[in-house]
C-alpha cells in the first residue's frame, strides 16, 4: 500500500467513457496535477539543474525542449525512477509476474503497461507540490483492467492490491455501451483498430465487466474511497461533480 504522503487519485474507466478526457480537464485546474507529461518532465529537469543549465533549457525552442525532455526520462532518469520506485514497493515485481502469468493474451503487454505505471508514479510523486493533488489517468487500477481484458482471470485482485500503491480514490468513469461505442467511431480509435478485436460489442463488454471487478476490489478494502461519475452530460459539469467528491 502506498504511504500517506505518497497518497493519489486514480482514474478508472472502458474505452470511449471518457475518463483521459475527465482527467486531463481535471488536472488543468492548479490544483489538480496530472504527474506525467511535460509538466512532470519540466519539473524534475529544473529541480535537477539549476543555475546556467537550468536557464539554457528554459531558453530552448519547443522541439530541443521535447528532446531534452525525453532524454532525461529515458537516459538515465527512467531507470532511476524505477529504482527509487522498488525501494518502497519491494513487493511490486511479483505484481508484474502475475501480470505475466494470468493474462492469457498478450502478457509482455500487461507487464510493460504495469512499468509504465511505476514511471509515471514515481515521477508523479516526486514532483508534485503540497498545493497539489496528484491525480493518474493510466495508473495500477487500469494496469488490473487491462490484465483482465487480456483474459487475466485467474488474477487475485486482492493479492495484486498488495503489490502495488493503491490510491486513496478511485474515479470510475462510465458511459453507456452506445455512447462509449460511437465516441470510439467519432475518434476513430476503436477497439477492432487498436486491438484487432473481432466483435468491438463485446470487447467493450469485456472492459466494462474488468472495471467493475476492480471497482469491487476498492470498495471491499478500508483504504480506497470509490467515485463513481457518469460522463453522458456536458465535460464542465462532470468534471465539476468529481472536484465536488474529491474535495470531500
Given at each position: 500500500?502506498?504511504?500517506?504522503?505518497?497518497?493519489h487519485?486514480?482514474?478508472?474507466?472502458?474505452?470511449?467513457?471518457?475518463?483521459?478526457?475527465v482527467?486531463?480537464?481535471?488536472?488543468s485546474?492548479?490544483?489538480?496535477?496530472?504527474?506525467?507529461?511535460?509538466?512532470?518532465?519540466?519539473?524534475?529537469?529544473?529541480?535537477?539543474?539549476d543555475g546556467?543549465?537550468?536557464?539554457t533549457?528554459?531558453?530552448?525552442?519547443?522541439?530541443?525542449?521535447?528532446?531534452?525532455?525525453?532524454?532525461?526520462?529515458?537516459?538515465?532518469?527512467?531507470?532511476?525512477?524505477?529504482?527509487?520506485?522498488?525501494?518502497?514497493?519491494?513487493?511490486?515485481?511479483?505484481?508484474?509476474?502475475?501480470?505475466?502469468?494470468?493474462?492469457?493474451?498478450?502478457?509482455?503487454?500487461?507487464?510493460?503497461?504495469?512499468?509504465?505505471?511505476?514511471?509515471?508514479?514515481?515521477?508523479?510523486?516526486?514532483?508534485?507540490?503540497?498545493?497539489?493533488?496528484?491525480?493518474m489517468?493510466?495508473?495500477?487500477?487500469?494496469?488490473?483492467?487491462?490484465?483482465?481484458?487480456?483474459?487475466?482471470?485467474r488474477?487475485?485482485l486482492?493479492a495484486?492490491?498488495?503489490c502495488?500503491?493503491?490510491?486513496?480514490t478511485?474515479?470510475?468513469?462510465?458511459?453507456?455501451?452506445?455512447?462509449?461505442?460511437?465516441?470510439?467511431?467519432?475518434?476513430?480509435?476503436?477497439?477492432?483498430?487498436?486491438?484487432?478485436?473481432?466483435?468491438?460489442?463485446?470487447?467493450?463488454?469485456?472492459?466494462?465487466?474488468?472495471?467493475?471487478?476492480v471497482?469491487a476490489?476498492?470498495?471491499?478494502?478500508?483504504?480506497?474511497?470509490?467515485?463513481?461519475?457518469?460522463?453522458?452530460?456536458?465535460?464542465?459539469?462532470?468534471?465539476?461533480?468529481?472536484?465536488?467528491?474529491?474535495?470531500?
Amino acid at each position: 500500500m502506498s504511504p500517506p504522503d505518497r497518497s493519489h487519485v486514480e482514474f478508472l474507466g472502458p474505452p470511449g467513457a471518457g475518463k483521459s478526457t475527465v482527467h486531463g480537464r481535471l488536472t488543468s485546474e492548479p490544483r489538480y496535477y496530472g504527474g506525467i507529461y511535460e509538466d512532470a518532465l519540466e519539473r524534475l529537469i529544473l529541480d535537477t539543474y539549476d543555475g546556467p543549465a537550468g536557464l539554457t533549457y528554459r531558453l530552448l525552442p519547443s522541439r530541443l525542449r521535447s528532446y531534452a525532455e525525453t532524454l532525461v526520462l529515458q537516459h538515465p532518469a527512467r531507470e532511476r525512477l524505477f529504482s527509487e520506485f522498488l525501494l518502497e514497493q519491494s513487493a511490486f515485481p511479483d505484481a508484474m509476474v502475475g501480470a505475466r502469468q494470468a493474462a492469457s493474451r498478450d502478457p509482455d503487454k500487461a507487464a510493460s503497461l504495469l512499468r509504465d505505471a511505476a514511471d509515471r508514479y514515481q515521477l508523479g510523486v516526486e514532483t508534485v507540490r503540497p498545493d497539489e493533488r496528484f491525480c493518474m489517468d493510466e495508473g495500477f487500477m487500469m494496469g488490473a483492467v487491462s490484465i483482465l481484458w487480456r483474459g487475466g482471470d485467474r488474477l487475485s485482485l486482492e493479492a495484486y492490491f498488495e503489490c502495488v500503491p493503491t490510491p486513496e480514490t478511485l474515479v470510475h468513469v462510465t458511459a453507456p455501451r452506445a455512447v462509449c461505442l460511437r465516441r470510439q467511431r467519432d475518434r476513430e480509435k476503436s477497439l477492432r483498430e487498436r486491438h484487432g478485436v473481432a466483435r468491438t460489442d463485446d470487447a467493450q463488454r469485456r472492459h466494462e465487466e474488468a472495471c467493475s471487478r476492480v471497482v469491487a476490489t476498492a470498495e471491499a478494502t478500508d483504504s480506497i474511497t470509490v467515485v463513481r461519475v457518469s460522463n453522458e452530460g456536458t465535460l464542465e459539469d462532470v468534471v465539476a461533480a468529481v472536484d465536488r467528491a474529491l474535495a470531500n
